[in-house]
């Protein structure tokens, strides 16, 4: 097995219990693991969670905390996923001096160009949305840093997976026993 | 959470809901799992429950310990001699807190554990009130699973999921938190047992093709080995494992908390692996050709260095959690399940064998080992004590028929190395935590959930006095425990350790210890006292006699040795007799 550090994106299927962060975080926390990025939120089954973690780990750290998730009783299913088997994308926030909108009209164009959405506009500000890959949004954000940028926040990764997963068939057939 | 839709309930007689409150649906849930013994320590955030529990005395006895710690080990001992699930119970807090170290135990030792623990009122969470801990927080690593319940009305639900968890797939402990509104609000109180958990599944579906294709190694392997651990007696797998080795012929070692599953003296039956095991069953592992891993978890002292061990064999490993596989040593084949259905579909696929010359090599590592080690350790002719005389005088008072409970460090494996063990369950010890402390409180559940057995605790002077205030449980409920202590006036596996890679730099290992026999005897338990050879076997013959507790101390040699011994992070076979 691979030995290499490589970017994994992990997909945790639980159910939506409180403390159930807590119990997961600790797998990572316990084998010295950095998590890179954290999403967690409803998943496409009803009243099931999915966690998007992302970490720098080899193959087979990422086999043996799969492992360790699934041995959860509330966990489900686990997965792990290399960049070339996600779909996967972030979003930022900017939020900027509405003067700037006036004053330096090369921000239109790097709106423009960016394919950022303005999400709101006042008097005082205006705040920008980016979605997409990490270095796209690192990018609009060292163009606009030129100018002054009075907020900026990043979300972590959301990612679905080219292969099927197949946790409602589980889930199904548990219904049926 | 929903439970309705996420776990399954036994399907019976449906039952009249009675409207009760939480406190007594907790003592009527208990009842329902059969619980008719708990340890535990009352105290403000829990009161409501005692309450309850005076009025059902009648059904449940509840065992006050010194102290909460003690309550976790004796409902683990509890667990580890019967197969059922330990109780225990603490209030919030401290009482909450001293019950980790026994449960953290009982999690790497796979022990099945309900504890249950008192909260503040739910709207004081998060506030600092009195004796507030956030214990779910820190149980968290530590447990199968755990839950805080703040609602009267979901108190049998999440009971009846938590003995479900503790005993079910890979046993473990469950803590349940429960603040004092919910065991003072009321609830229509029906109870049903859980069978299921969507989330969860206890016993992989085991995969005929892995069992095919480890019968097909076995049946061609020259040197097979196996190594079994606890995994055969939590699942009840003894005669089928039994019935594999005779019929293949294989030689099989043990894992400390594998110990007793086969009789000692069975032919095949070559000893303990790991640090302090025997020396056959190490030094064959980097000799083996196959090496069938059942119900066993490849602990870092049971092999060496990973990179030095059995590398020459095919690994097959039995196991019922999925994330132990390949977790340590790589397996060829894997074979997931419960061990007894696992060996049961094995059996007849087997052919009989006898691998006697493979068997004579194990047979002759052993007589060297007898030769430098066992026979002065068991039959010594110096002036000074050994523990392994005394565990020799214990296996004749006892027939092999005794549980031994042992503490932690070399009074520990000497135990383990030397008992002799006729029946199953018999070895109960803190193995993968290495709990000092945990042997008096321990051997205190077994010995009430086994009256009929004969329980003997066998401590070092250490550990003795982690727990000591133990033996006020033992008097007040008069437990007839017989309680050895070792004394070598050392924590002797740390000197073993200061002497051999310190150059005897003693730091913090001597020990001037009290009069136990007068402790002893301050809580009215008979006890005494051997300094010489020739007073060993009457004193533990009396101790054995003896229909109530007995406490025994015997002196031995301050500076003896374990061995064999594989130092750490060395290999199996590079295991030293001296």
Known sequence: MNKEIKTFTISIYTENNIGLLNRISAIFQRRHINIESLTTSQSEIEGVNRFVIVVNITEVQAKKIIGQFEKQVEVIRAYYHTEEETIYQESGMFKIKSDLLFEEPQIQNIIKESNARIVTVNKEFFVLEKSGRRNEIESLRRDLNVFGIMQFVRSGRIAVTKEEMKITEMLLAFNNQ | MNNTETIKKEQGITQKTERICGSEAIIRCLIAEGVDILYGYPGGAIMPVYDELYKYRDQIHHVLTRHEQG??????????????????????????????????????????????????????????????????????????????????????????????????????????????????????????????????????????????????????AKKPMIVWGQGVILGKAEEELKAVIEKAGIPAAWTILGASAIPTSHPLNIGMVGMHGNYAPNKLTNECDLLIAIGMRFDDRVTGSLDTYAKQAKVIHFEIDPAEINKNVYADIAVLGNSKESLAALLPLLNKNSHESWLQEFKDLYAIEFEKVIKNDISPTKEGLTMGEVLKQI????????????????????????????????????????????????????????????????????????????????????????????????????????????????????????????????????????????????????????????????????????????????????????
């Open chain 2, 71 to 220: 309550a976790a080990h004796a409902a683990q001992g509890f667990a580890r001699i019967s197969g059922r699930v330990g109780v225990a119970m603490a209030t919030s807090g401290p009482g909450a807190t001293n019950l980790i170290t026994g449960i953290a135990d009982a999690q790497i030792d796979s022990t099945p554990l309900v504890c249950i623990t008192g909260q503040v009122f739910s709207p004081l969470l998060g506030s600092d009130a009195f004796q507030e801990t956030d214990i779910v927080g820190i149980s968290t690593p530590v447990t199968k699973w755990n839950h805080q319940v703040t609602k009267a009305s979901e108190i049998p639900e999440v009971l009846a999921k938590a003995f479900y968890i503790a005993k079910s797939g890979r046993p473990g402990p469950v803590l349940i938190d429960i603040t004092k509104d919910a065991q003072f609000g009321e609830l229509d109180f029906k109870y049903e047992k859980c069978t299921g958990v969507r989330s969860y599944i206890p016993v992989p579906k085991i995969n005929t093709d892995t069992v095919k294709a480890a019968a097909e190694l076995i049946n061609t």
């Open chain 2, 395 to 578: 296996n004749i008072e006892t027939k092999g028929n005794a549980a031994i409970v042992s503490d932690v460090g070399q009074h520990q494996m000497i135990a383990c190395r030397y008992s002799e063990f006729n029946k199953t369950k018999s070895n109960i010890t803190s193995g993968g935590l290495g709990t000092m402390g945990f042997a008096l409180p321990a051997a205190i559940g077994a010995k009430m959930a086994a009256p009929e057995r004969e329980v003997v605790a066998i401590i070092g002077d250490g550990g003795y006095q982690m727990n000591i205030q133990e033996l006020g449980t033992i008097f007040q409920q008069k437990v007839p425990v017989k309680i050895v202590v070792l004394n070598n006036e050392f924590l002797g596996m740390v000197r073993q350790w200061q002497q051999l890679f310190f150059d005897k730099r003693y730091a913090s290992t001597e020990m001037t210890n009290p009069d136990f026999v007068t402790i002893a005897k301050g809580y009215y338990i008979e006890a005494k006292k051997v300094t010489k050879r020739e007073e060993l076997a009457d004193a533990v013959k009396e101790m054995i006699a003896s229909k109530d507790s007995y406490f025994l101390e015997v002196c031995v040699e301050k500076e003896d040795n374990v061995f064999p011994m594989i130092p750490a992070g060395a290999s199996v076979s590079d295991i030293r007799l001296s």
